[in-house]
């Protein structure tokens, strides 16, 4: 089953830190580039792994291609406000005396969201970016933060349009909401791993963001790993051989116990998806545990592959 979610505008990846939240967003961006869709990979305050994952150099606040139909960024919130105030305030000097003005620094600092907000709205403008009446991009991919963060991110809109008196931040603020909840337009898509503890925080999340009237899409259970030792095959007999012989000699020792662990390692992924699958709401697509000391472009591209 592949992951039907590559035709929206917006793809919002969401998952609690550390899951793979970042190579999965490559991954689908990777996946969205080679069907054709001008991509732009979206990320904030990040310690860029992009570029690497791409063999570019790493994504700085400028957009860069990293490949045939698939730019990127990583922006942060000093950038994203200049952007949304030389956008509001058309002309730098203008721009320089209101911004760059000591006391209104310190009013800004002081409104609480407002980095967050302009970063949701620099990606949401990327979504409207236009050139001679096309987009320019048919899919922008938001690497969100991590789960709690991105929770208190996406409620900004509702917030302004809740406390904000009539004007133009409640007009945008509308619009971003009206694509958060569109499904035609927008996916979210929750990453998590088969373990205790990120299968609860995905059911939470899946129901946070329900709870807003963004519906999550799917559900990719990241870095499962693979079946070596199936009940009953050849191999596995083996290991039950090795296991119960008390007087193993050295290495075979040492490798039974890794091929044990790998075992163990199976059944609890294992257990935790069908938990996750009974939980979840969402339809929940596996990615394999990919064995390197660090990921590359091969293994972004294959991860791609098998979404
Ligand atoms: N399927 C996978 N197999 C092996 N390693 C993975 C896989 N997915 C992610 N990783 C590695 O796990 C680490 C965390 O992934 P990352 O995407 O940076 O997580 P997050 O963005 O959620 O913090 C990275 O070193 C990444 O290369
Ligand atoms: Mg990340």
């Known amino acids: 089953m592949s992951l039907s979610v590559f035709d929206r505008r917006l793809i919002l990846v969401v998952g609690k830190g ?27 305050n990040a310690n860029d792994r992009f570029g690497s994952y791409f063999d570019k150099p790493s994504v700085g606040t400028e957009v860069v291609q990293l490949a045939p139909n698939l730019s990127a960024v990583n922006t942060n ?3 994203a406000l200049e952007e949304y105030g030389l956008m509001i305030l058309k002309f730098r000097s203008v721009y320089e005396m209101v911004f760059e003005n000591r006391v209104t620094r310190a009013f800004l600092r002081a409104i609480p969201g407002l980095d967050d907000y302009a970063m949701l709205g620099k990606a949401w403008f990327h979504t409207t970016e236009e050139k001679r009446g096309k987009p320019i991009w048919d899919t922008v991919v938001f690497d969100m933060p991590a789960s709690g963060h991105s929770m208190s991110m996406l409620r900004i809109p509702w917030v302004i349009n ?21 499904p035609a337009r927008t996916a979210a ?38 079946q070596h030792f199936a009940p009953g095959a050849p191999v596995t007999k083996v290991l039950d051989t090795l296991a119960a012989d008390p007087a193993l000699p050295s290495p075979l020792r040492e490798l039974t116990e890794h091929a044990k662990l790998s075992r163990d390692r199976r059944a609890l992924n294992e257990r935790y998806l ?12 596996e990615l394999p545990m990919m064995f390197a000391p660090a990921l590359d472009a091969a293994h972004v591209r294959t991860l791609g592959e098998l979404l």
């Open 189 to 226: 898509v929750l990453v998590t791993l088969a373990e205790e503890m990120p299968v609860n925080e995905a059911i939470e999340l899946e129901e946070k963001l329900g709870g807003l009237g963004i519906k999550p899409q799917q559900i990719v259970c990241n870095q499962v790993y693979p």
């Open 18 to 44: 550390g899951v793979g939240r970042s190579t999965v967003a490559a991954a689908i961006a990777g996946q969205c580039a080679a069907r054709g869709r001008k991509t732009l990979l979206f990320e904030t």
């Open 77 to 79: 919130p000093a950038a």
């Open 162 to 182: 809740e406390t904000v008196p009539e004007g133009p931040l409640t007009r945008d603020a509308r619009t971003i909401k009206e694509l958060l909840t569109d």
């Open 274 to 285: 069908e938990e996750l699958r009974a939980r979840a709401k969402t339809p929940v697509h």
